[in-house]
T-cell receptor, first 108, second 117 residues
Framework: AQRVTQPEKLLSVFKGAPVELKCNYSYSGSPELFWYVQYSRQRLQLLLRHISRESIKGFTADLNKGETSFHLKKPFAQEEDSAMYYCALGGSNYKLTFGKGTLLTVNP | GAVVSQHPSWVICKSGTSVKIECRSLDFQATTMFWYRQFPKQSLMLMATSNEGSKATYEQGVEKDKFLINHASLTLSTLTVTSAHPEDSSFYIC?????????????FGPGTRLTVT
C-alpha cells in the first residue's frame, strides 16, 4: 500500500527564515513524488516534481530513497508563500495519493 | 493553458435528490479525469478514476451506485450524487491528466461545494 505522511498540520515561520515542510512516503515501487500548493481561495496546483529536479519560487525538494522522504525546502520564506502544501505520491494507474497537507504561515 | 473548470461552484440540495457536477478541460483533451472529495481541513481523497469511453474505476469504499461518473467526451466528465444525504456534504474536486504522454501530473478544477440539507 502506498502512503504519504506529512507530520506537521501547521507550520509558522517568520519572513526571511528558512522553511522545511516534511514528507515521508511508503511505496514498494519506484516512487514519483510531487508537491502541490493551494493558495487561499485558489485551486490546487503543481509546485514541483522530483523527477525534474527544479526550483520553483525558490522551493526545492530532494528525493531521499534511503529515508523515504521528499521534504520541501526554501531558504528564505516570503509572506506570499503562505498556503496549504500537499505532498503527493504517484502510484499505479497514474493515481496520486496525497498527504494530509501542511498549512504554512509566513509571518511578517 | 491546461485549465479545468467545474460547474457549479457550489450547490445546495435537499436530502433524497440528485445533483450533477460537471468537470471540463477547457483547452486540452483529457483521456483521464479524477474525482476527489475533500473534508474540511483534511486531505483529498480519491473517489474514482474516469476514463473517456469506459466505466469509471472506483476506489475501495466508494459506492459506485451513489456516485455516478460519466466521461462522455475528452473534455467532460460528470459526477452525479444520487439520493443525496447530509453526510454527502463535502467539497468535490476534479482533475484532469495533463496533456501529452500519460503522466502523474494533474490539473485541478476549483472544486464544488455540495451542501445537502
Amino acid at each position: 500500500a502506498q502512503r504519504v505522511t506529512q507530520p506537521e498540520k501547521l507550520l509558522s515561520v517568520f519572513k526571511g527564515a528558512p522553511v522545511e515542510l516534511k514528507c515521508n512516503y511508503s511505496y514498494s515501487g519506484s516512487p514519483e513524488l510531487f508537491w502541490y500548493v493551494q493558495y487561499s481561495r485558489q485551486r490546487l496546483q503543481l509546485l514541483l516534481r522530483h523527477i525534474s529536479r527544479e526550483s520553483i519560487k525558490g522551493f526545492t525538494a530532494d528525493l531521499n530513497k534511503g529515508e523515504t522522504s521528499f521534504h520541501l525546502k526554501k531558504p528564505f520564506a516570503q509572506e506570499e508563500d503562505s498556503a496549504m502544501y500537499y505532498c503527493a505520491l504517484g502510484g499505479s494507474n497514474y493515481k496520486l495519493t496525497f498527504g494530509k497537507g501542511t498549512l504554512l504561515t509566513v509571518n511578517p | 493553458g491546461a485549465v479545468v473548470s467545474q460547474h457549479p461552484s457550489w450547490v445546495i440540495c435537499k436530502s433524497g435528490t440528485s445533483v450533477k457536477i460537471e468537470c471540463r478541460s477547457l483547452d486540452f483533451q483529457a483521456t483521464t479525469m479524477f474525482w476527489y472529495r475533500q473534508f474540511p481541513k483534511q486531505s483529498l481523497m480519491l473517489m474514482a478514476t474516469s476514463n473517456e469511453g469506459s466505466k469509471a474505476t472506483y476506489e475501495q469504499g466508494v459506492e459506485k451506485d451513489k456516485f455516478l461518473i460519466n466521461h462522455a467526451s475528452l473534455t467532460l466528465s460528470t459526477l452525479t450524487v444520487t439520493s443525496a444525504h447530509p453526510e454527502d456534504s463535502s467539497f468535490y474536486i476534479c482533475s484532469a491528466d495533463a496533456p501529452g504522454p500519460l503522466s502523474y501530473e494533474q490539473y485541478f478544477g476549483p472544486g464544488t461545494r455540495l451542501t445537502v440539507t
